[in-house]
């Protein structure tokens, strides 16, 4: 049985925000815990609660069964059923044999209410030897793995939520964080959820109004108050107690959210428009930024300290850049990468998903955002920055060595055949020389530390350049150029682009048919200009389109009739270099007939540029 602390990995740590990939794991964390807050708004009848909770459950762990059960009591050692739920919402019928009260002894659920954890057990002999409820849902399921998540209040164990699926081996690790943070929420949602002898005072509480009517002397005689008085006071009562009604409800659906917002798991901050504009902040946010949300700043005296939201480097944004406040004008972001600097003078980078809160007419009421910590993921792209810098200068030491002195060796030795030996190892080191620098820029790239020095440039001519270099390092190759009239310069780092067109032209001469030339063209499209390369050869499978300028992903050994080398970073790189320039990627084939790649670069004035 896998105890509680192998819990401890959480959303964050799967999170590669540093490394500019989507946090999928957290954005699913997020949207568990927001579509399960929904669907519990308004849910105060204990039974249409505890049945949500376990289809909530059932659906958002993947449980092929979920059940709840009551409170363990030392005095009463059976742990009562309120609700089951199986695949799809059903009840589980067929699984009845696990869904009994739980008897006294050793139980998965009593220990999660016991140890306030979540304890996962994999129903391994171990497992099944000790816990009879695990015992029982194997026999239903076979190999399952079986997931115990206390539900506290006020640090009080309220109910135990056991959900298992007949799958063998572990949760996915995801599932864990997952876990506990729906079992916080519903926490909080039987926390608020009235008890059987509070719902009977706040029957007798509504009734008594009528009651005291009826049993109340009239200041006149009987006779004189006709029946349409008595009717429109008995309707006023009714009004009354609805109106009371639900202004309490108005209430608990405040302190709900409050507390929703308070104790999420994951940093939040919710704005509100209405009424000048408030703002709320979760723990964990205040947490994260060492005091109040910078927001809450502009409320403070002035020279209070107060922490701050910076855009990566450290200057501090105004708050017209904050998310937060751009969401509340319509402008959603999703994973942008912020610092917040804490009082103390310390920076925690953080990842900031943001969007607006509107009504059913989409009127905009308010902007929601969340933030990610994201300091172990930064630290560890640090880390391996410098690395793969470390590893790339000593590894150019060496070559540079055996680079000179295969050129001496090339100049002064008569043999026919060492001068063939020594050309074969300039060869090689030119290649592992370029491997490194592919390395070193796939590092940069991924760091999103690229460097790009953009100057004004005549890309035909560039192209011509290029061209003339392509032919007289492969004359058997035959390469076309097309040039349109009238292309203005761009803004464009020389040397890197070089980058780009040699390794697009170097792909269709190792990939393209011999016989046929290579097509390069250079057109403008409105606010930008595109550049394609062309050449007719067995091209691409559709399926090898998607991934083609992911990292290390290379043509398969189909499309040349050999080997050809390299570390499958060359069109990664290429990406990263046009976007970079605020352009765009992407290939086209055909199998048998053309394969063309096109990028294009936008004109100085335009968006982007």
């Given at each position: ?244 009604e639900a202004e309490d409800r108005l209430a608990a659906e405040r302190r709900w959210l409050r507390s929703v ?349």
């Amino acid at each position: 049985m896998m105890q509680g602390d192998v819990t401890s990995t959480s959303a964050q740590d799967r999170l590669p925000g540093a490394t500019g990939e989507p946090a999928s794991t957290a954005a699913q964390l997020a949207d568990a815990v927001a579509e399960a807050s929904a669907a519990l708004a308004g849910k105060l009848d204990p039974h249409e609660l505890h049945h949500a909770i376990v289809a909530l459950a059932a659906r958002l762990l993947g449980a092929d069964v979920a059940l709840l059960h009551g409170a363990p009591a030392d005095e009463a050692p059976p742990i009562r059923l309120l609700a089951s739920c199986g695949p799809a919402g059903e009840a589980p019928s067929e699984h009845a044999a696990a869904l009994d009260d739980l008897p006294g002894g050793p139980s998965l659920g009593r220990l999660a209410a016991e140890s306030r954890r979540v304890e996962l057990a994999t129903a391994d002999a171990a497992d099944r030897a000790r816990f009879h409820d695990v015992r029982a849902l194997e026999a239903c399921l076979g190999p399952c793995w079986v997931l115990c998540v206390p539900l506290l209040g006020q640090g009080r164990p309220l109910g135990v939520l056991t959900c298992a699926s007949g799958s063998p081996g572990a949760p996915p690790p995801e599932l864990l964080p997952r876990a506990r943070a729906l079992g916080a929420l519903f926490g909080l949602a039987l926390q608020r959820s009235p008890q059987p002898d509070e719902r009977d005072a706040a029957a007798r509480a509504e009734r008594r109004p009528r009651d005291a009517l009826d049993d109340a002397p009239d200041a006149r005689s009987p006779d004189a108050r006709s029946p349409a008085l008595q009717r429109a006071e008995a309707l006023l009562l009714d009004a009354r107690a609805a109106l009371r009604e639900a202004e309490d409800r108005l209430a608990a659906e405040r302190r709900w959210l409050r507390s929703v917002i308070e104790d999420f798991p994951v940093a939040i901050a919710v704005f509100d428009e209405r009424g000048g504009g408030t703002l709320l902040a979760s723990r964990r946010c205040e947490q994260l930024c060492g005091g109040p949300h910078p927001l809450k700043a502009f409320e403070l005296p002035e020279g209070s300290p107060h922490a701050r939201l910076c855009a990566p480097g450290g200057r501090p944004l105004d708050i017209h850049e904050m998310p937060l406040v751009r969401a509340a004008r319509g402008q959603g972001t999703t994973c942008e990468e912020l610092w917040f600097c804490r009082p103390d003078g310390r920076y925690v980078p953080v990842v900031v998903s943001a969007g607006p809160i509107g009504d059913d007419q989409g009127a905009i009421l308010g902007a929601i955002a969340s933030y990610e910590d994201v300091t172990h993921y930064a630290e560890r792209a640090r880390l391996r920055e410098e690395w793969t810098s470390i590893v790339a200068h000593d590894l150019k030491q060496p070559l540079s060595a055996i680079s000179a002195y295969a050129g001496m060796l090339s100049r002064r030795v008569e043999a026919a055949d060492a001068a063939g030996w020594s050309q074969k190892i300039l060869a090689s080191a030119r290649r592992l020389e370029r491997m490194i620098e592919d390395l070193l820029d796939a590092s940069k790239i991924e760091a999103r530390r690229l460097s790009i020095e953009r100057r004004p440039t005549d890309l035909g001519a560039h192209l011509r350049a290029a061209v003339e270099l392509a032919i007289a390092e492969r004359p058997d190759r035959a390469v076309v150029l097309a040039v349109d009239e009238g292309v203005p310069p761009v803004l464009m780092d020389p040397a890197r682009m070089d980058q780009v067109i040699g390794n697009l032209l170097l792909n269709a001469a190792k990939y393209g048919d011999p016989s046929a030339p290579i097509r390069v063209t250079l057109a403008r499209r409105s606010a930008e200009v595109e550049v394609a390369i062309e050449n007719r050869g067995r091209g691409i499978p559709p399926d090898e389109l998607p991934r083609l300028f992911q990292r290390f992903q290379r043509l398969s050994s189909g499309q040349s009739s050999k080997a050809t080398n390299g570390t499958g970073l060359g069109l990664y790189i290429c990406k990263g270099i046009v976007e970079a320039h605020g352009g765009r990627i992407w290939a086209r084939s055909t199998l048998n007939e053309t394969t063309s790649f096109h990028f294009t670069l936008p004109l100085p004035g335009a968006s982007g540029s």
